[in-house]
């Protein structure tokens, strides 16, 4: 059975997509930490992102790199901090998330309630950085 997230890529669930290439795929998280919490996955499923080979972890991570830049321009913070944890989705992913302070990547805080307008703005914002 497809995980949630190469669902997403199918265009079988809707997304906030804010940058894809051939292999990669990224996303609004829908329940975010901060305004501008991107997921970034690989097109081809793998449930543990230390699965993918040296080559897919590698684009992967400059594809993350590039995101990354482009959610950094378009959401005021101070850095982009990422996590790789895993355990939710069984599908490779990484974590870029806008933070001013280490308490702002508390995965077990609240996560923020946006509309569907504004993560549409913000998506919009951040896939209009990308390069």
């Known amino acids: ?3 949630i997230f190469s ?3 199918a265009g079988e669930i809707p997304s906030y997509k804010v940058a894809e290439d051939e292999r990669h795929y990224a996303f609004l998280d829908i329940n975010p930490m901060a305004e501008g919490h991107t997921l970034v996955v690989p097109k081809h499923e793998v449930d543990y992102i230390f699965s993918l080979s040296a080559e897919e972890y590698a684009a992967l991570q400059l594809f ?3 995101v990354a830049a482009a959610v950094e321009k378009a959401v ?3 850095r982009i901090a990422t996590a790789v944890i895993g355990l939710e989705v069984p599908h490779a992913h990484i974590h870029l998330v806008p933070i001013n302070k280490e308490a702002d990547m508390d995965f077990r805080a609240p996560k ?3 509309s569907p307008e504004r993560m549409a703005e913000i998506a919009e914002a951040i896939a209009s950085k990308f390069e």
């Open 1 to 3: 059975m497809p995980s």
């Open 112 to 114: 923020l309630q946006l």
């Open 7 to 9: 669902r997403i890529i």
């Open 64 to 66: 993350a790199k590039r």
């Open 76 to 78: 005021p913070c101070k």
